[in-house]
T-cell receptor, first 115, second 116 residues
Framework: ETGVTQTPRHLVMGMTNKKSLKCEQH?????MYWYKQSAKKPLELMFV???????ENNSVPSRFSPECPNSSHLFLHLHTLQPEDSALYLC??????????????FGPGTRLLVL | AQKITQTQPGMFVQEKEAVTLDCTYD???????LFWYKQPSSGEMIFLIY??????QNATEGRYSLNFQKARKSANLVISASQLGDSAMYFC?????????????FGTGTRLTVIP
């Protein structure tokens, strides 16, 4: 079983839709992350949760709403998105204990297209 | 300023040859970690190798090694004996600071193509 799973793998939505991305980690980690990957731009960190508490929110528009009900699950709720939000959304997890050696393990991503 | 710079948008290498992917970083921290990830077309970011700023020896993991030159702030990835399955995007990343779930700063990546 892969360490970090994401569903759905592909999503097409209209600007007025509401949808959710799901991430699940099976690694016993304490920290989870949402990243956005757009073409020809570095990965952008969106949200960080540590022990189910949000510890970082990098000025992400309110149309993106994260939820972390427990240390194994992370959601990204989407509503009234814009076409420029089309991107690959990657979830990652890490132990939260390793300091500088902290390695993040990524899921396969959700490719989102907003029409 | 960019914290991670990868100057090679694309690289080609002959199968079974070695290739070096460049990465330079910018930080004023004394303690930091450097990471390389591989991203195949499927999208998943696969962790390859880690180098700590205080590590005296260059990191190695199988066919991957890291040419760490601290004074030059470079952390180049060397892939030996390239295989067709090595064709992918490669990202260099850095963590600053020592505790907690800190940010990883990523470069823009290098697309490696292995030629049969």
């Amino acid at each position: 079983e892969t360490g970090v799973t994401q569903t759905p793998r592909h999503l097409v939505m209209g600007m007025t839709n509401k949808k959710s991305l799901k991430c699940e980690q099976h690694l016993g980690h304490n920290a989870m992350y949402w990243y956005k990957q757009s073409a020809k731009k570095p990965l952008e960190l969106m949200f960080v949760y540590s022990l189910e508490e949000r510890v970082e929110n990098n000025s992400v528009p309110s149309r993106f709403s994260p939820e972390c009900p427990n240390s194994s699950h992370l959601f990204l709720h989407l509503h009234t998105l814009q076409p420029e939000d089309s991107a690959l959304y990657l979830c990652a997890s890490s132990s939260g204990l390793a300091g500088n050696r902290e390695t993040q393990y990524f899921g396969p991503g959700t490719r989102l297209l907003v029409l | 300023a960019q914290k991670i710079t990868q100057t090679q948008p694309g690289m080609f290498v002959q199968e079974k040859e070695a290739v070096t992917l460049d990465c330079t970083y910018d930080t004023s921290d004394q303690s930091y970690g450097l990471f390389w990830y591989k991203q195949p077309s499927s999208g998943e970011m696969i962790f390859l190798i880690y180098q700590g700023s205080y590590d005296e020896q260059n990191a190695t993991e199988g066919r991957y090694s890291l040419n760490f030159q601290k004074a030059r702030k470079s952390a180049n990835l060397v892939i030996s004996a390239s295989q067709l399955g090595d064709s992918a995007m490669y990202f260099c990343a850095m963590r600053e600071g020592q505790t907690g779930a800190n940010n990883l700063f990523f470069g823009t990546g290098t697309r490696l193509t292995v030629i049969p």
